[in-house]
């Protein structure tokens, strides 16, 4: 985590972010203001639509802004010269569709995201090992991703997103296909990680069950923050943390 002279640095810092489609009419964000704090577990929810899912893909520099900045773990993402380095290193993304190569061994999936980095090859097949046990999957290392459950292969993706150690977890409806067993232990997990690892959430989701598992609810509506959008948790809505 970042400090300044005035104290550690936010995780997300967002100001006065614009995105609109087809020459303007579409407007899918209209003037989002948003902070959150390192180590905090922020959950975005609202209705289809609102604009979350864009949101979290312009934090990942899977998408430019029409207007606006955008800081993540102190890098400016608008002006990023290598968005691809900063989506290995700085930043995990989960997604609903858990997207698993179903040819590749649960380890190789996790292997696969450590291509291109600083970690040594003969070191990457352990360390896949450790992530798969971290998530609770240490037994299914050797499995296909077609022999797992939805909830396990999701948690394979989890353990993917950790592979390079990233400070900030960006998780786009990551329960959204889930059954409710599986939607209990991957919310678990993500409270652990917060915990044990120090690694920041944002989270989208449309169901406000799973949002109540964060520490802070960020409400939108029609490309707005409506709601939840304090710098620290405690500022917006906050809900305990088991």
């Known amino acids: 985590m970042s400090e300044t002279g ?76 290598h968005a691809s380095r900063f989506r290995r290193e700085e930043v995990g993304l989960v997604f609903q569709l858990h997207n698993l190569l179903p040819r590749l061994s649960v380890r190789e999936n996790v292997e696969i995201a450590m291509s291109g980095s600083r970690r040594p090859h003969r070191q990457r097949a352990a360390y896949a090992d450790g992530l798969l046990e971290e998530v609770g999957l240490g037994g299914l290392s050797d499995r296909l991703p077609t022999q797992l459950s939805g909830g396990e292969r999701q948690r394979v993706a989890i353990a993917r997103a950790l592979a390079n150690d990233p400070p900030v977890l960006l998780a786009d409806e990551p329960t959204g296909s889930l059954d409710s067993a599986s939607v209990d232990v991957v919310l678990a997990l993500f409270g652990r990680l917060r915990r044990e690892r120090d690694t920041t959430i944002v989270l989208v989701t449309h169901d406000e069950a799973v949002a109540g598992a964060a520490d802070r609810i960020v409400h939108m509506v029609d490309g707005r923050v409506v709601s939840g959008d304090g710098a620290e948790p405690g500022a917006g809505e906050l809900r305990p943390t088991t």
């Open 6 to 81: 005035a104290g550690p640095v936010p995780a997300v810092e967002v100001h006065g972010l614009e995105k609109t489609y087809d020459d303007g009419l579409i407007r899918a964000l209209d003037g989002v203001d948003l902070t959150v704090a390192a180590q905090e577990f922020a959950a975005i929810t609202g209705p289809s639509g609102c604009g979350k899912s864009t949101l979290l893909h312009l934090l990942a520099a899977l998408d430019t802004p029409t207007k606006g900045t955008i800081r993540v773990d102190g890098y400016d993402v608008v002006r990023l010269h």
